[in-house]
């Protein structure tokens, strides 16, 4: 049997989804390329409800979505473990639920209908390894710029990246400071770090943002561009992203988290028009590093 | 100059005034001729500062009309009144204690400069203008530092600079020495020479001969009479009385009862000092049960203090002597200790410390038992109710409803809601504040029974106030503080001059 | 004292007026009663429908209403006892998630038992008010400031107890493990239609609006914000009760920070951002004054409601965030105006 | 006049007390620049050290911190107009943001020059808090509720405007291009140690300290704050002062807004969060009341460095995000404690 009664290709639908905060750019991001993607599928209309960064205010949307019985969920949960029992009580009523970024706790295929997302830890983990082996081989000092202390992504990206530095043995990580994801925060933090340690070669910045507000910090020191390697996270695009920022030489890299926005698309047209009986329960999207290689070539994209 | 124009000065016609529910003027006829210094009588509450406070543009009449050297005017705020000469020393003094006097000399029409303060030539303008009034101040010394005669003066002569048409004064001798008195008077006089037609409002009888060409007297709104300054002060008292002093007061009680409270130089030391704030210093006297003791002294005198002393709401502080209540020790710490020894106190600020205005009468009522209407902490409707509607009855508060909410009741009904809260609370020692403040004639007279009333029921009662005719018409003994010394006692209907001159006797060699 | 009933039939004209001038008032007084039932009925008429129902109004989705405001409708109760004296506290949001940190962190390390763990954590969010309380009354403090600073140091001790990580609460029974019966705060009652949570909101409601109306307590509170000299002399004891007032948005702050922690299986550092913004709007759409002394219990459950049910009818048609913070805005305005305009009838100002 | 001077020679007593007693409110008048020296001192002694050089004190660190608190510096100044008057404004982190979607939304499409982009910009800012005090003076509204309410306003329009987006700033001729020299704002001028950020922050506090201290408006905004009541009757144009000191403070969030599209080179509706809070602590730890009447300028000026100074020794530690919020909720407590102290010391109490 399908795994919805109402699919076909004649249908309207109706995709709810659930972003857990519009006010982080990479949520953006997120919200333009589903739209995008779901704007290539005429029987499909988009809902996009902000969840404000705040657990209960996403838990109050995805009941909306319940009662207004649209026709597929896609959420982005603010926090795994506290929208669990909303995605299940999505699921018993009914409604297919696609996860994006985070998955909840319950068993895929079963409390939610799948997952399609990147890994935060592995993603830190390859930011971690590419200064290990190819910037900074010699060793030295890195930093890390932490995004809101205690939030899922903060804490598995500063534990992917310090993770990923343990390959090579001479690098020591010698500040680590928390800038909520923010580029203020970020530049008055890492002018600090610098001051302290002057020989740092790298920053991991949990972000892009954070990555942008390093630089400005760097510059600040008196240092020029690629004197000091900074990585961002997410691979932005547009002019306020890390990939131009890689492309014109201000960072040395940012690593893509792939919002899963045209494979959860994808998904839910095998769904609702194509019947699918069944479709993955984890889709695990790739993280590309944005190198000074391929930046201009990924800016065109 | 000398001859003088048809049209006076000012001329107000049928000014008409309401607050809420309180009629404050119903129609009242004003003149004031160039050069002239013209005194505004009446009791309080009939109608004198609201009269001013619509010539200076504080507020506005609900009807009649004010005619300025012919010229009908309406100000509609401060600074027009200002503009048009007219400058008022308010009775509420318009001063902010966080600036030093010369920027409260100032303020409002600061010199500038190219834009900026021109400090110098206003502290040299200040001292100019201090020493014209004989004041000795230090221009540089924040306002909420100096004591309130000291305050005064500072009004006074902020208000002068700027007097070019007509000067008002509302009480403005309230809180001054006779010497400072005599001084001031002096200044008035030079003015009034320049042509400047001033109002002088005063409580004190005696200083209209000695300044003022004409008086006119309210009462309850109205004008009771206009007379040259020259009249007899009998005369006088007959037009702001409106009858017989006998009627306005109750017969006094015969027999008291045993001591209630008893002071042997007694004396309370705060442990912080306030600035203006006159302590009890050696202050001797007795309250009996079913007396009526009152507190004379001029404005700063420290009436209010003894009595919030005596109340536990002074604050931390040491008291020294003999402070005996019922015979034992009191125990003053606190305003629930105070209560808890059976004392009770009427605040001379209904408004500001007395009342929750927004608030129904039941509620404010009730607020001095809520103990007794609240068994295990649960509010009885039923006891709450039947104590209010028998407090509303025993002091005929109108309207009649426990209901109603107090802020727009009338200001004797205000305060007879005041005085029966606190008679709920079964004082045994009832200290009254200035208990008819801002009250009608009529409503005077019904407190001034209720009080008599407690007192026949063994009440001890002891009551400041600043009116003479007041304290020496309802009570039985009058203490005078100066300084916070009771310095005389005298027997209820004595003398008032005598009573005065012991209140303000040798005040001229304090600094 | 029988006889008083003739006496009150004299005056025939006042009370005319007065009654005029009263309907006007109670009005406003309820106003977020009014303003509730007009989002309502803005609500059905701007419904997307389904079936030719109303979405708004189906029970569930009146359950979803409800249980979104549970956590700052509970806050914004106790808020109101404190804006009632003219304080304000901005603490709550980071006592909330201090308080479920605490629950989450001794739920999965202490094996103390459901209830002792709950009272605990009551007690401590009672304790970290009521000092907020006695710092501002002893040394004379404006309460924006105080707990101003009480916000950071609640974050801040969120942010130590969890050692900068988020806590999971996983349920079963052993070491680690939270008793199953506590995820009941995330469940809904009588065949999935109440939500627990709103339960409680319902229960601190109740006994807040007892306490305020029908207690000494009550009175007092109301005494201190009407006119806190007065009631001094009165012999209220005004210190005691304003450290209460804190005392109590303490314990709401605590009671939230469970049900937090209960409904989303979690304690962060990061969550009740904003919501001391959201209870303190909530009391004053509700007709409770922040200048003091007047203040309706129900009003501020009304205003809490009536947020929630505006949140959720711009949110069923998909309105965009932005133009839903603009609706709130305009709404918090226009509460205040009213009230203000009731204040001027008065005629009594400020 | 001239023989003034003698007569005040006369009481000899009162200015032997009086001046003890200065000496202490003076101390606590300044008391952010003692607490600044404090931390300074405390920078020194915990700084970390290279090659015998205090870290902290190096030129470069200083400017860092100088930089970091130019924005919020910025902000408290103006908030000290307000807060002097006794008001508060809860609006500024969000006018910030919505002026800085301004700039840039009108640098990279208007191509209207630079001066006029910058001047229409400010003008917003000013017209949105001139709007609230219109507002909060027009209906006697507590100035709290209708500058939250703006708050949640000003976020949204900066929504709408940017479309939720980050708008960058890209430089150079032609359109959808912003003036290079617009980018000076995140630069660092003589030898790269004067960041232009500070040097704005620098002119508007001097611009502030001069009005508020030799100026008749700075006169009337004490006033108004001291005694509304006598500033009314001594001519004082009350109204028009309390709306203008909300001017000021959108005034100066716009200047802030420039300044932060400048330095990032990007305006977005989610920046500016929580500025206001920094700027009311800076401006009550540099001894201005919450109560109104008075206030320092330099004062607010040294609370934001000090808070800046605090947070960087704790950053140049490596402290963690925890202790960093525990250490400035201390602080804001200590200075309030402080300042009460002197309010009775001189017998002003509330
Ligand atoms: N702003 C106000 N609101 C309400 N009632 C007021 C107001 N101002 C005055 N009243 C009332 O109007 C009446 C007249 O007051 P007014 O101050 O003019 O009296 P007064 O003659 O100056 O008395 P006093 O000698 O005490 O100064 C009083 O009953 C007073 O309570
Ligand atoms: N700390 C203070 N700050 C400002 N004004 C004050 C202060 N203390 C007293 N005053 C004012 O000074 C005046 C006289 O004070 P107070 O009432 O205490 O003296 P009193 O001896 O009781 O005289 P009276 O009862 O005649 O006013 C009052 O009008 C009061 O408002
Ligand atoms: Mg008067
Ligand atoms: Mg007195």
Not at chain 1, 166 to 173: F, S
Not at chain 2, 397 to 409: N, T
Not at chain 2, 434 to 440: A, C, K, S, Y
């Given at each position: 049997a399908s795994l919805v009664k109402d699919c076909g290709k004649d249908g309207k639908y109706v995709i709810g989804f659930s972003q857990?905060?519009?006010?982080e750019p990479y949520r953006q991001h997120v919200n333009d390329e589903l739209t995008a993607a779901a704007a290539k599928v005429p029987q499909f209309s988009l809902q996009i409800a902000d969840g404000a960064g705040n657990v209960n205010t996403q838990t109050s949307q995805m009941d909306n979505f319940i009662t207004q019985k649209v026709d597929l969920i896609l959420i982005s949960p603010f926090e795994a473990a506290p929208l669990t029992p909303v995605v299940a009580r999505a699921v018993k009523a009914g409604i297919p639920v696609i996860e994006l970024d985070r998955r909840s706790l319950g068993e895929p295929g079963?409390?939610?209908t799948a997952f399609i997302g990147g890994d935060n830890f592995k993603i830190a983990q390859e930011a971690g390894k590419y200064v290990a082996g190819t910037l900074l081989p010699d060793g030295g000092e890195v930093a890390v710029l932490e995004g809101l202390p205690s939030s899922t992504p903060a804490v598995e990206r500063l534990n992917g990246f310090k993770d990923g530095v343990?390959?090579?043995?001479?690098?020591?990580?010698v500040a680590e400071q928390a800038a909520d994801w923010l580029p203020d925060k970020a530049q008055t933090a890492f002018a600090a770090m610098l001051q302290a340690?002057?020989?740092?070669?790298a920053v991991y910045a949990s972000n892009d943002m954070m990555a942008a507000g390093a630089r400005l910090a760097a510059k600040g020191a008196g240092?020029?561009?690629?004197?000091i390697k900074i990585l961002g996270t997410d691979?932005?695009?547009?002019?306020?992203?890390g990939i131009r920022a890689v492309a014109e030489g201000e960072w040395s890299a940012t690593f893509t988290y792939p919002t899963g926005g045209p494979e959860a698309i994808d998904m839910a047209k095998a769904i609702l028009?194509?019947?699918?009986?069944?479709?993955?329960t984890v889709v695990t999207v790739a993280t590309t590093a944005i190198t000074p290689d391929n930046a201009k070539a990924m800016m065109g994209k | 100059m000398n001859a003088e124009p048809p049209r006076p000065l000012l001329s107000m016609r049928g000014v008409v005034k309401r607050f809420g529910g309180v009629q404050a003027l119903r129609g009242v006829d004003f003149d004031l001729r160039r050069g002239e210094i013209h005194a505004l009588l009446g009791e309080n509450g009939a109608g004198k500062s609201t009269l001013m406070n619509i010539l200076s543009g504080v507020i506005e009449p609900d009807g009649g009309e004010m005619r300025i050297e012919g010229v009908a005017t309406r100000f509609s705020d401060p600074r027009a009144a200002q503009a048009a000469g007219v400058a008022t020393i308010f009775q509420e003094l318009?001063?902010?204690?966080?600036?030093d006097v010369t920027a409260n000399l100032f303020l409002g029409r600061e010199p500038t400069r190219a834009g900026v303060l021109d400090r110098g030539a206003m502290r040299r303008a200040a001292r100019e203008r201090l020493a014209a009034v004989g004041a000795d101040i230090d221009?540089?010394?924040?306002?909420?530092?100096?004591s309130v005669g000291r305050r005064q003066m500072v009004a006074v002569a902020k208000a002068l600079t700027y007097a070019s048409r007509i000067l008002v004064m509302d009480?403005?001798?309230?809180?001054?020495t006779a010497a400072e008195v005599d001084r001031l008077f002096g200044v008035m006089r030079e003015i009034a020479a320049r042509g400047v037609g001033i109002v002088y409002i005063s409580?004190?009888?005696?200083e209209v001969p000695r300044v003022a060409d004409r008086v006119t007297v309210l009462r309850d709104g109205l004008v009771a009479g206009v007379a040259p300054a020259s009249a007899p002060q009998s005369e006088l008292v007959r037009l702001l009385v409106g009858r017989p002093l006998a009627e306005l007061y109750p017969k006094r009680g015969a027999q008291a009862g045993e001591t209630v409270l008893k002071l042997e130089r007694a004396r309370f030391a705060p442990r912080r000092g306030r600035a203006g704030w006159q302590a009890p210093d050696d202050v001797s006297l007795e309250v009996r049960a079913g007396e009526i003791v009152g507190l004379a002294g001029i404005?700063?005198?420290g009436r209010t203090e003894l009595l919030t002393a005596l109340y536990g709401a002074a604050g931390p502080g040491r008291w020294s002597g003999v402070v005996q209540i019922e015979g034992r020790p009191a125990r003053l710490a606190s305003i629930r200790a105070a209560r808890g020894d059976g004392v009770g106190l009427v605040t001379d600020d209904r408004r500001g410390s007395g009342?929750?205005?927004?608030?129904?009468v039941g509620r404010n009522l009730v607020l001095t038992v809520l103990e007794r209407v609240s068994p295990?902490?649960?509010?009885?409707r039923a006891k709450e109710s039947t104590l209010a509607r028998q407090a509303i009855q025993a002091f005929d508060?109108?309207?009649?409803?426990?209901?109603?909410?107090?802020?727009?009741?009338s200001g004797g009904n205000q305060q007879k809601v005041v005085l029966a809260k606190e008679v709920l609370g079964e004082p045994r020692l009832l200290l009254l504040d200035?208990?008819?403040?801002?009250?009608?004639v009529g409503a005077k007279g019904e407190i001034y029974a209720r009080i008599r009333t407690l007192a026949e029921r063994g009440l001890g009662v002891l009551i400041a106030s600043s009116e003479m005719p007041e304290l020496l018409g309802l009570c039985d003994r009058v203490v005078v503080l100066r300084k916070g010394r009771t310095v005389a006692e005298f027997a209820g209907g004595a003398d008032e001059h005598a009573v005065l001159a012991a209140a303000e006797q040798s005040e001229d060699t304090s600094p | 004292m029988n006889d008083a009933a003739p006496m009150r039939a004299?005056?025939?004209?006042p009370p005319a007026t007065a009654r005029r001038f009263d309907a006007f008032a109670i009005a406003v007084r309820f106003q977020s009663v009014i303003g509730l039932i007009l989002v309502t009925l803005g609500g059905i008429v701007f419904s997307p429908r389904r079936h030719g129902h109303i979405l708004f109004l189906a029970p569930d989705n009146m359950a979803n209403i409800v249980r979104a405001v549970s956590e700052t409708g509970i806050i914004a109760v106790g808020m109101t006892f404190v804006i009632i004296t003219a304080g304000i506290d901005l603490s709550v949001g980071a006592l909330l998630s201090l308080c479920s940190v605490l629950t989450a962190t001794i739920m999965t390390s202490g094996g103390y038992g459901l209830a002792p763990t709950i009272l605990f954590v009551l007690a401590c969010g009672t304790a970290f008010g009521g000092a907020q309380g006695l710092i501002s009354n002893r040394f004379r403090l404006e309460p924006f400031i105080v707990t101003l600073a009480g916000l950071q140091v609640a974050r801040g001790l969120a942010l130590v107890i969890s050692g900068n990580q988020y806590i999971n609460i996983s349920y079963g029974q052993?070491?680690?493990?939270?008793?199953?019966?506590?995820?009941?705060?995330g469940d809904r009652l009588f065949d999935n239609t109440v939500p627990v949570a709103t339960l409680v909101f319902v229960v601190v409601a109740a006994i807040a609006t007892f306490t305020l109306n029908f207690t000494r307590f009550g009175r007092y509170v109301f005494a201190v914000g009407g006119n806190e000299r007065a009631a001094r002399l009165s012999g209220v004891p005004v210190s005691l009760v304003k450290v209460s007032v804190y005392a109590i948005t303490g314990l709401v702050s605590g009671i939230a920070g469970v049900v937090h922690a209960g409904q989303f299986n979690f304690g962060s550092?990061?969550?009740?951002?904003g919501y001391e913004l959201t209870a303190i709007a909530s009391v004053v759409i509700g007709?409770?004054?922040?200048?003091?002394g007047s203040g309706s219990m129900i009003g501020t459950v009304a205003g809490a409601v009536m947020l929630g049910a505006l949140a959720n009818i711009l949110q069923l048609n998909n309105v965009n965030a932005a133009l839903q913070l603009l609706a709130t805005g305009a709404i918090i305005v226009l509460a205040a105006v009213l009230q203000s305009l009731v204040r001027r009838r008065e005629g009594l100002g400020r």
């Open positions: 857990a905060n519009n006010a079963k409390d939610y343990k390959a090579n043995a001479k690098i020591e990580v340690h002057p020989n740092i070669k240092k020029k561009d690629g004197d691979g932005l695009p547009g002019p306020a992203g028009i194509d019947c699918a009986e069944k479709v993955p | 318009d001063l902010v204690p966080g600036l221009v540089d010394q924040p306002v909420g530092e100096l009480e403005p001798t309230a809180a001054l409580h004190r009888l005696e404005m700063g005198a009342l929750l205005l927004r608030d129904s295990f902490f649960l509010m009885s508060v109108r309207p009649p409803q426990p209901e109603a909410i107090v802020g727009a009741l200035e208990p008819t403040r801002g009250v009608d | 004299a005056p025939a004209a052993g070491p680690g493990l939270a008793p199953p019966v506590f995820a009941i705060l550092a990061n969550d009740g951002t007709g409770t004054s922040l200048f003091g």
